[in-house]
């Protein structure tokens, strides 16, 4: 099937094709050219099927054009180009690239590091301490490695209160005594602290005396060994007695006290952390410029060291303004690292607000328009999973949280991410086929 | 995005100040343009004249986003995604949400392809006045068999105009499917170190955007998208591999962050938009379905927060669904705009004087959360949206935007009379603002009623508490 054509026959037939990178090849004249062998070359499809060959072709074409002195101009690798465009087929070979990228270089400030529980090193009685903070990165990331890896604390209330459902099946038993929920928590649920509220101490509520309540801090603290927050009812008025009181029976051994806020007596709990030893958590409310301040009064007005302060930066659930707890908390974080000493402290997230989330608690979906919102008992604990989960990686060390269930994710993918789990490793390469 | 201040915006724009954009100087647009919220086709002479078209071009590619933005799928569902400027959501905005793909294999009866692609379809959730929705269908060549993946392909296809994902490795397999999504512009699902010739060919043939893949290997993922870069492939999509557990997840999380801090700190060559598989929780010998589901949407979590621009799951539990919807909208909610809606009284449904009149905040989460719990429930009524800046009714209370005075303000202003409007003269208020009962009574000389603390529980109080006795 040898045919005849003409070199401006071919350009002709390339020119047809809407293809730029030809355009500078401009060959004229009437030198003959052989195309025998390659199949019929005046088909623009065949010669787009023909690929790398046409490449080659093309290649000759300028050569023969060069030697005839047309105005082509081009070389030989240039005349690849051209022709590479003309075909489906592009590549030839891979182009290699090396993959990098710098470290953060302006996470110059690290995080203060901060331990809560006095074992009998420190004259206290807990089995071990817990330490937060210490970071000189983002969690997780690969500027330099998170020294302290996240931890757990799990509720305790001094008195029986309304759960959902799906918490408290878990704690039903032990609601009645303090004690036994510490030790639940502890025992069964892997908590690496407690938190004891003091909720029945509200005036509101059962106004317990701050003398009486301090008494269940006894309690729990005898119960278990590892370290405890303790917090009030969350009644400006009556919390800095009842702290002050509590911290007096826990003296010595470094519990958190939860919290001192802008609006209430804070100078009277960073006394009391003082005097008997504990450390204080400062806690505003989804407002970098408050958290600044109180870290501020906290530091220079009640002389708090900084290695006794944790934040709380306040945890609003999913669904709910965890968009604005989520940034609060990475924007705290960054310009820590970044050496506003004002921030440079552990975070702590009151991740049981997430049960406040009606996606976690309710029957149904109120809305008839919506899809069946599935069984509540298993929506509830991924509401705090994934709550707790996002300010993890926004910044915060420590949790504070109800669902046995919560627990056991949040601290498996927290040290996932920090390191410490080491499992079979699973061939992903063929997830394509798997059987699910 | 190269510039990032108006005045270097500005030096491309006719500087006329004609208005036609709406802003009236060509300086406000520019800022408009530095915060994404205009494009250069919203100033009509620099689009229109032709001496502008040399700084057109220079002006778009100065604005083009630093990770580049690719559209999956035709039509009003094509998920766009990519297009990002900053490693913080803070510091403008995320634009594009992940998108989430559900799987369908190919070796499923027909029937069962057809009710999980409605399943996927039909899902909603509404929340903050619109529907959250689920983003495509990623069909998987579980069988290997051409024919078998096309009457799959085919068969999604028909059922849904989701866009869709073709998963393979094999590019006969992958050109079958092609075949039968003709024009749907799917996304090409994978081009590896061993067949990227075939796929990368495919890809330019059909002109869709495609998927280069390497497990744990940045170098070959970097070199692919190089390769595919020079031969004029620019819709690509990174997948460095989502390993389930254990060091190879960790590793997976930072190939993630040094991608995009990579792509964002301006290297071209690996700035595309990231494809992450929480799938593969379900290859991780995670026996009780339950848990598997949770580690899947533990997975989607990280990867929503941590740079995923698109993801294909497997559980379509509303436990797994739901929070990852949410999680998704939380992290992609613009900072910058206030979600509010005007302060006014509105009807839901059709009231009359005998409809109960209840008011809440103008905070759009509050409004619409209130407002969707009760046209729901099919009561007719009156709904105030006191202005209370944009903040909801608990943390307005506490800050002082939501009192009796506001209130009656609100009333006011919108023209509306208790003492004609409705024959009951009664307003039914938040739970959470209780306190404000009293000076309610006293300001609108109204009798006041407190209502539960979730409007979700207001259709069983009105059983119990309305018409008011
Ligand atoms: C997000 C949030 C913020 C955001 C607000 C964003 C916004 N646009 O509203 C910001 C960061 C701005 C903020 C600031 C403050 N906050 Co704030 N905030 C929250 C948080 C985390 C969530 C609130 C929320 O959005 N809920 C969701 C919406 C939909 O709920 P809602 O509006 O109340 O609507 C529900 C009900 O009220 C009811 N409902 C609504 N309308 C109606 C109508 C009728 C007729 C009925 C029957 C029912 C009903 O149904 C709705 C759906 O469930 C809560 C803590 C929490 N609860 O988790 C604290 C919280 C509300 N904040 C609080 C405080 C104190 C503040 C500040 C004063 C803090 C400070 N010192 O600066 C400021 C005040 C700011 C201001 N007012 O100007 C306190 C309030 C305490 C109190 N009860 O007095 C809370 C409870 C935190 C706490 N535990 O201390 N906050
Ligand atoms: S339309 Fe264009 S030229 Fe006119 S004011 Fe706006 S930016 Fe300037």
Redesign the interface.
Known sequence: MAKKMKLTDITNMFSGMDIEALEGVTIEGDIELDLGGLGGGSDPMLAAALGQESAVLAQHFARIAGMFGYPVGIGGPAAAAPAAALAAPKFKDLIPAKFDVANMADWATPIQEVRIGNTSADGGSRGKAVHVGGEKALPFYFDADMPNRNQVTIDVFDMRIGLAKAVKQNYDEVMDSPGEWAKKNVEQFNADMITIHLISTDPLIKDTPAKEAAKTVEEVLQAVDVPIAIGGSGNPQKDPEVLAKAAEVAEGERCLLASASLNLDYAAIAEAALKYDHDVLSWTQLDMNSQKELNRKLMKQCNVPRERIIMDPTTAALGYGLDYAYTNMERIRLAALMGDDELTFPMSSGTTNAWGARESWMVGSPLKEDSDWGPREYRGPIWEIVTGLSLALAGNDLFMMMHPTSVAFLKKATQTLFGSIDEEPVDISNWIAAEV | MKINSPLQAYKYLPQTNCGECGEPTCMAFASKLIDRSFKTADCPPLVKEKKFAKKLAELEGLLAPEIREVIIGVGEKAAKIGGDDVL???KLTFFNKTKMFF?V?DNMDEAAIVERVKQIA??????VGN?LLLDGIAV???S?DPAKFAAAVKKVGETTDLPLIL???DPAVLKAGLEAAKDKNPLLYAAN?DN??EV??LA??YKVPVVVSA?ND??T???????FA???IQDIVLDP??????????NT??NF??IR??GI?G?V??AYPILA?P??A????IEDP?NAS??E??MA??FT??YGDIMIL?SM????V??EM??V???Y?D?RTPVAVDGAMYKVGSPTADSPVFFTTNFA?TYYTVE??IA??GIDCWLLAVDTDGI?VEAAVAGGQLTADKVKDAFDKSDFDLKKDVNHNTVIIPGLSARLQGDLEDSLSASIKVGPM????I?GWMEKNWPAK
Request: net charge positive; charged share 25%.
């Open positions: 913080y959501r803070h799987d294999a039909d899902f909603r959730k509404f929340y529907y998987r060549a579980a290997g998963c393979s490795f170190k990227w010739k990368g060919e330019l043939e497990i940045l170098d993922l970097k070199t692919l998208a190089k390769t020079d031969a004029g591999g989502t390993v389930p557990v254990g060091k190879g997840l960790k999380f930072t962050l040094k801090r990579a700190d290297d060559e690996i598989l799938f593969t379900w290859m991780a010998g339950v949770y580690w949407t533990v979590s990280m927060i941590r497997h539990e509303p436990y797994a739901l929070p949410h999680l909208d939380t992290i909610t900072p989460l969707s719990d729901s429930n909801g979730d409007s979700g529980r259709p």
